[in-house]
């Protein structure tokens, strides 16, 4: 049981290891592996909070998407925090790998 709910934990950063970096697909576990081992807290904490974030708006989104519009609404809001939730996740990759200004030009064209 704990082999199973590690295996996404190591694995939280291939993908943004693929964009990123350009990895291919053993090169990026390999990336996700020693970053998550080499900054285990903080990727812990941000693991943990992302997960959060998408089971609290996964119960809120449903009990919106009782109607049309509803749905309409809970599609695009979940979009929307999708869309942020892969972008943190990109900035604290980025800020713990490569050049913070990289992190913080992509932080700025998120929030525009």
Same mark, same amino acid.
């Given at each position: 049981?704990?082999?199973?709910?590690?295996? #996404?934990?190591?694995?939280?950063?291939?993908?943004?290891?693929?964009?990123?970096?350009?990895?291919? #697909?053993?090169?990026?576990?390999?990336?996700?592996?020693?970053? %998550?081992?080499?900054?285990?807290? #903080?990727?812990?904490?941000?693991? %943990?909070?992302?997960?959060?974030?998408?089971?609290?708006?996964?119960?809120? !989104?449903?009990?919106?998407?009782?109607?049309?519009?509803?749905? %309409?609404?809970?599609?695009?809001? /979940?979009?929307?925090?999708?869309?942020? !939730?892969?972008?943190?996740?990109?900035?604290?990759? !980025?800020?713990?790998?490569?050049?913070?200004?990289?992190?913080?030009?992509? !932080?700025? /064209?998120?929030?525009?």
């Amino acid at each position: 049981a704990a082999g199973l709910l590690a295996v #996404p934990f190591f694995m939280f950063f291939a993908n943004v290891s693929v964009i990123v970096d350009n990895s291919t #697909p053993k090169v990026a576990l390999q990336k996700s592996l020693a970053f %998550v081992a080499g900054d285990a807290w #903080p990727v812990a904490g941000l693991i %943990v909070l992302t997960v959060i974030v998408q089971l609290m708006s996964g119960i809120v !989104l449903t009990q919106i998407a009782d109607t049309v519009s509803g749905y %309409v609404v809970a599609v695009a809001a /979940n979009a929307f925090i999708g869309t942020v !939730l892969a972008a943190g996740s990109m900035v604290f990759y !980025l800020a713990r790998t490569h050049d913070a200004e990289l992190a913080d030009s992509m !932080l700025e /064209n998120v929030q525009e």
